[in-house]
C-alpha cells in the first residue's frame, strides 16, 4: 500500500483518521487558504483550497495518497474561521449560537504514482443548531476550552458537543474531515486496501446522537440502515397478516406522518402499517418502519395515546436502538445479509426473521425509558397532548394485573408501568410523587 499523507496539522482530523485504522505521516501544506469567496460558492471555495493544499504536498512526494481538506463556517453570509484573540472568539460564540450555521468542508485526495496523478475533489456540508449561549457559559466553556485554534471558537467532538441541539448531516464534517465523503473517494480511486479498512463505515450519518447527547459508532451508514429495514420488512410483508381496515391504516399513517416531522431525524422516510394481531404491541424496524398491532390500536382510545405509541417507536428509531442491538448481537453475519445484494435469498430470509424476533423481545430498560420519554415530546411537538402517554401505561398495567405474559408480549419487553410513568412526568415537567418511585406491580398477574 503507498504511503498516506494528511496535508493538515489538525488535532481533529488526525484522531480521526487514527481511530479509523488508518497509518499516515503529517505534512501541512504551505498553501495561504482563501478566505473571501468571490464568485466562488461556500462549496467551491473550500474544494479550491482542498485541491490547493493537496497539489501543494503531491509536489513535495515521489508517490503516495494525499488527503486534504478544508472547513468554513457560515452563518448569514459570513464565514468564521478561527478567532484571532480571546474578545474576538467571545464575539464568534455568541453570534453562532444565536442561529443555525452551515458548515462546508472540502475534500481533495490526489493518488500520485509513476505514472499520471489521478485527483479526486468533492465537499460536504452540515447545518448545526445550537443552544443560545450566555456571557456566562461561553466564559465557563473558555475556563476549560482554549478556543484559539478552533474554527467558530467551540470543538465539537468535545465539550463544544454540550451546545448542540441539532445537527443534519455527517458528524465527522463538523469535526472536520468527512469520512463517508472519503471513503467514496477512496472507492472512486478504487484504492482497495483503504476501503477495507474503512468498510465499518461505510457512509457517514450523524454520529453525534442527539437524544442520547452522546457521540455513538454506528458499523453502517444511513443508507445501509434503510436497506436493514427494507429486507426485515420485505420478511415481515410475506409472514404476517395485515389489517384489512383502511380506517385503522388511514388514522395510524396520519399521526405517524405528524409524528416524523417534528422528530430529530428526518433524513429517512418513514412507513407505518397495521398488522392484524390481537396482541397489544407496536414495534419499529432500522429504517423507519413501524408496525402497530391492531390489538393496541383498539386499546389506545384517543389520538393523543396513538401519537404517543407511534412517537414511541419513532423514538426508538431516532436513536439508532435497532442498528445498536443488532451490532451487539454476536451474530455478525446477520448485518451482512440484511444489506446482501440478493435480497431474495432463502439466507437473508432467515437473517430478517431473526432481526424481527429480537426487535419483538425488545430494547434495554434505558432504551424503553427514552423511547417513552421521546414519545410524550414528539406527540406535544406534533400538536397532541403528552398525557396520552400516562393514560396509555395506566391502562396497560391494569391489562397487565389481569392478563398472562407470553413471549413476545409488549409487558415482557417494556418496563414495569409506574417506572415509566415518572419518567413520562419528568419529560413533561410533572410533579413527581412517592408512587412514582415504586417501580413494582401493585399485586402479580393472575
Do not use: W
Not at 87 to 111: C, F, H, N, W
Not at 182 to 190: A, M, P, S
Not at 228 to 237: E, F, L, P
Not at 341 to 361: K, R, S, Y
Amino acid at each position: 500500500m503507498k504511503r498516506i499523507y494528511l496535508a493538515s496539522k489538525s488535532k481533529a482530523r488526525k484522531k480521526l483518521l487514527e481511530k479509523f485504522g488508518l497509518k499516515f505521516k503529517i505534512l501541512p501544506s504551505n498553501i495561504k487558504e482563501q478566505v473571501s469567496r468571490g464568485k466562488l460558492s461556500y462549496s467551491q471555495l473550500v474544494q479550491k483550497n482542498a485541491r490547493n493544499k493537496a497539489t501543494d504536498v503531491a509536489a513535495r512526494v515521489p508517490e503516495g495518497i494525499i488527503i486534504a481538506a478544508d472547513t468554513i463556517c457560515v452563518q448569514d453570509g459570513k464565514i468564521f474561521g478561527k478567532p484571532k484573540n480571546m474578545q474576538d472568539a467571545r464575539r464568534m460564540l455568541k453570534r453562532l449560537s444565536s442561529k443555525p450555521q452551515s458548515l462546508y468542508t472540502g475534500l481533495a485526495v490526489i493518488e500520485k504514482g509513476k505514472g499520471k496523478d489521478k485527483l479526486i475533489v468533492d465537499y460536504e456540508k452540515s447545518k448545526v443548531y445550537m443552544d443560545k449561549l450566555s456571557d456566562a457559559q461561553v466564559n465557563n466553556y473558555f475556563n476549560q476550552v482554549s478556543p484559539i485554534d478552533k474554527a467558530g471558537s467551540f470543538d465539537i467532538q468535545g465539550k463544544g458537543a454540550f451546545f448542540i441541539k441539532k445537527i443534519d448531516g455527517c458528524f465527522y464534517n463538523v469535526v472536520g474531515l468527512p469520512l463517508g465523503k472519503l471513503y467514496q473517494i477512496f472507492k472512486k480511486l478504487r484504492l482497495f486496501s483503504l476501503i477495507f479498512i474503512f468498510f465499518i463505515i461505510s457512509g457517514c450519518s450523524t454520529e453525534y446522537n442527539l437524544v442520547t447527547k452522546q457521540e455513538e459508532k454506528y458499523y453502517y451508514s444511513t443508507d445501509k440502515e434503510v436497506q436493514m429495514g427494507q429486507s426485515v420488512n420485505r420478511q415481515v410483508q410475506k409472514e404476517y397478516k395485515f389489517s384489512s381496515d383502511p380506517l385503522q391504516l388511514k388514522r395510524v399513517e396520519d399521526i405517524g406522518k405528524k409524528i416524523a416531522a417534528v422528530s430529530d431525524r428526518k433524513e429517512i422516510d418513514y412507513h407505518f402499517q397495521v398488522l392484524d394481531d390481537d396482541q397489544i404491541n407496536a414495534v419499529s424496524l432500522p429504517g423507519g418502519y413501524v408496525y402497530v398491532n391492531s390489538g393496541l390500536l383498539d386499546k389506545a382510545t384517543t389520538d393523543d395515546e396513538l401519537a404517543c405509541i407511534l412517537g414511541h417507536e419513532v423514538g426508538h428509531i431516532v436513536a439508532r436502538h435497532s442498528i445498536k442491538k443488532l451490532q451487539a448481537m454476536q451474530g455478525y453475519s446477520v448485518l451482512r445479509l440484511l444489506v446482501a445484494v440478493a435480497p431474495g435469498t432463502g439466507e437473508v430470509g432467515n437473517a430478517a426473521d431473526i432481526a424481527f424476533t429480537q426487535f419483538l423481545l425488545g430494547y434495554s430498560r434505558e432504551d424503553e425509558l427514552l423511547a417513552d420519554q421521546l414519545g410524550a415530546r414528539y406527540a406535544l411537538l406534533a400538536g397532541y397532548d403528552g398525557h396520552g402517554m400516562i393514560s396509555f401505561l395506566i391502562k396497560l398495567q391494569d391489562i397487565n394485573r389481569r392478563s398472562p405474559l407470553t413471549e413476545k408480549n409488549y409487558f415482557k419487553t417494556h418496563p414495569y408501568a409506574p417506572d415509566r410513568i415518572r419518567v413520562v412526568k419528568q419529560e413533561l415537567n410533572e410533579e413527581i410523587d412517592f408512587s412514582d418511585y415504586i417501580n413494582i406491580e401493585q399485586k402479580p398477574h393472575e
